[in-house]
């Protein structure tokens, strides 16, 4: 899909973003990033196909001033190719919480000093079906 990108949003701790989408059938990666600009993500949430080093497998990560930070690496993977995904993301300041349709929930530190979000971008090879903000 071509990228998606949302800008001057006013994500504030307590907040959830529901995504659905669905995944192509000769998907090798999609990603969800939320931050205040491209060189500044509190989150980089991007599930893999056929990783390298782990196979299917989700990678989360965030970036400042331009730098990548370590990566956090979970296989409870609940994607696949040619079908339709749900998950949730609540930001709740410190960390955020994603829920994955299968229950499974990652936290992942928010090691930015980002204490609102105003920008998101998905891009990769899914479509996005829509996002929610509660």
Not at 12 to 22: C, F, N, Y
Request: aromatic share 12%.
């Amino acid at each position: 899909m071509s990228p998606i990108e949302m800008f001057n949003l006013d994500i504030q701790p307590g907040t959830t973003l529901k995504v659905k989408g669905k995944i192509s059938e000769e998907a090798e990666r999609f990603a969800l990033n939320l931050g205040n600009s491209t060189d500044n993500l509190a989150l980089h949430f991007n599930p893999r196909f056929n990783d390298p080093a782990d196979g299917d497998v989700i990678v989360c990560n965030s970036k400042c001033d331009g730098n990548w930070d370590s990566e956090h690496r979970d296989t409870n993977f609940p994607f696949a190719k040619g079908s339709d995904f749900k998950f949730y993301i609540t930001f709740k300041g410190d960390k955020f919480e994603i829920k994955l349709q299968n229950d499974h929930v990652i936290e992942f530190p928010n090691k930015t000093p980002l204490d609102k979000i105003t920008y998101l971008t998905i891009y990769g090879d899914a479509k996005l079906v829509s996002v929610k903000f509660d």
